[in-house]
């Protein structure tokens, strides 16, 4: 162990306030209800990833089968809320980080 620290936010998701408020709510209603039961069948007609070949030797299979939070090293998601990000300000206003590396200690 090289250090420790409290809890701390890690893989988040957001949205934009430009983006589309049912679509970012589904999204978020999906990630929220996610369980280590859940899996993925990836398969090129449902997921296209720029720059990733089907079947040659990149991380995508066609017809794989994914346990989603294996794949990802989660046990879920949960709903954060701002206060729970200031363990992370904190964080980088100890290692002078912009653009906490402006302020006086």
């Known amino acids: 162990v090289l250090a420790e620290s409290e809890p701390a936010p890690y893989c988040t998701f957001g949205s934009t306030k430009d983006a589309d408020p049912e679509l970012a709510k589904k999204i978020k209603s999906a990630l929220l209800a996610l369980t280590d039961r859940d899996l993925a069948h ?8 720029e720059g990733m070949e089907w079947d040659k030797g ?12 294996k794949v990802g090293k989660i046990d879920g998601y949960e709903d954060a809320k701002d206060a729970d ?3 992370l300000r904190e964080m980088a206003r100890n290692a002078k980080i912009s653009p906490y590396s402006k302020y006086d200690d």
Do not use: Q
């Open 58 to 69: 990149d991380f995508l299979r066609s017809g794989e089968v994914l346990n989603v939070c």
């Open 42 to 49: 990836m398969t090129p007609e449902l997921l296209e990833v």
């Open 85 to 87: 990000y200031d363990v």
